[in-house]
């Protein structure tokens, strides 16, 4: 069982940045794929950004150019850096975790843009 905890959410005004973090009990964290999402009050889940060690990065049009994700392998950690940040980007952030053997989600923390 994988234990996946987001943290780092909060308020901030516009143009402000935040760092979400992503910590995972899986002991294939270096090879695993780590995940962003976000999701809106009334809309549907949306990826943000995804990103493994092999293949590197990818980031949503939404977001590329402001957020960037990156890892610490030692520290079985993620990292969302969310900079520029916009009223739009108001929404809980959630970490995905995918090994070769499960899929876990995490709590999701909230992040909330506004003057």
């Known amino acids: 069982q994988v234990q996946v905890v987001e943290s780092g959410g909060g308020l901030v005004q516009p143009g402000g940045s935040l760092r979400l973090s992503c910590q995972a009990t899986?002991?294939?964290?270096?090879?695993?794929?780590l995940g962003w999402f976000r999701q809106a009050p009334g809309l549907q889940r949306e990826l943000v950004a995804t990103?493994?060690?092999?293949?590197?990065?990818e980031i949503a049009n939404s977001v590329r150019g402001r957020f960037i994700i990156s890892r610490d392998n030692a520290k079985n950690t993620g990292y969302l850096q969310m900079n520029s940040l916009k009223l739009e980007d108001t929404a809980t952030y959630y970490c995905?975790?995918?090994?070769?053997?499960?899929?876990?989600w995490g709590q999701g923390t909230e992040v909330t843009v506004s003057s």
């Open positions: 995905r975790y995918i090994d070769s053997r499960v899929i876990a």
């Open positions: 899986g002991s294939d964290f270096g090879t695993a794929l």
């Open positions: 990103e493994t060690s092999k293949f590197g990065a």
